[in-house]
């Protein structure tokens, strides 16, 4: 399927700001933690960096463990992944925010990675999957609801996708 001229973005366009990014990351964690060591003092600020990472560290290697169990019993099942792949992706990308030395970065993977957060992180990544898949022309239109089955604690989404060029 080619998309409308109008439709298209480079991939060129978006890597240009990763530097930019990756800058004032770091200029925001420079920021939170001069503002954290002038609170509470330059080695209580260490030392919470240093708790958060290791926490994060044990935190990612036990729900990596768990997920994984997860994905291969709902392959085994023959259902359909969608909840343990989501928490597979939400699992790995907070594991790489807790690597990077930080408050800012270590407290947004650690929402991450937390069994009782990852929920509301993974209807954020839902979202970002399908105003991609809507800005990649899937489709004419995108919809997904979100529904509860009876008596079970796992989320069900369905979802249909439109094509206007039909």
């Known amino acids: 399927m ?6 298209r973005r480079p991939r060129r366009r978006r890597v240009r700001w ?3 990014v990756i800058v004032l990351v770091v200029i925001l964690e420079i920021a939170v933690f001069v ?3 002038r609170l509470v003092g330059v080695f209580p600020a260490i030392i919470a960096v240093l708790t958060l990472s290791t926490l994060g560290a044990l935190l990612v290697r036990r729900e990596g463990r768990r997920t994984w169990r997860a994905l291969e019993e ?3 099942s023959g259902t359909m992944p969608n909840r343990e ?3 597979a992706v939400l699992v790995v990308s907070g594991g790489a925010l807790l690597l990077v030395p930080g408050l800012v970065t270590g407290v947004i993977g650690l929402l991450a990675v937390l069994p009782f957060t990852r929920p509301v992180a993974r209807i954020g990544l839902e979202v970002v999957v399908a105003r ?3 800005a990649a022309g899937v489709g004419g239109e995108v919809r997904v609801r979100r529904t ?3 008596g079970d604690d796992d989320d069900v989404i369905e979802g249909e996708i ?3 060029d039909e």
Request: proline fraction near 11%; aromatic fraction near 0%.
């Open 162 to 164: 439109i094509d206007d």
């Open 85 to 87: 792949i989501a928490d």
């Open 132 to 134: 991609r898949l809507l």
């Open 2 to 7: 080619t998309l409308p001229p109008g439709n």
């Open 18 to 20: 990763i530097p930019l």
């Open 148 to 150: 509860r089955r009876t």
């Open 35 to 37: 503002g954290a060591a």
């Open 74 to 76: 709902a392959l085994r």
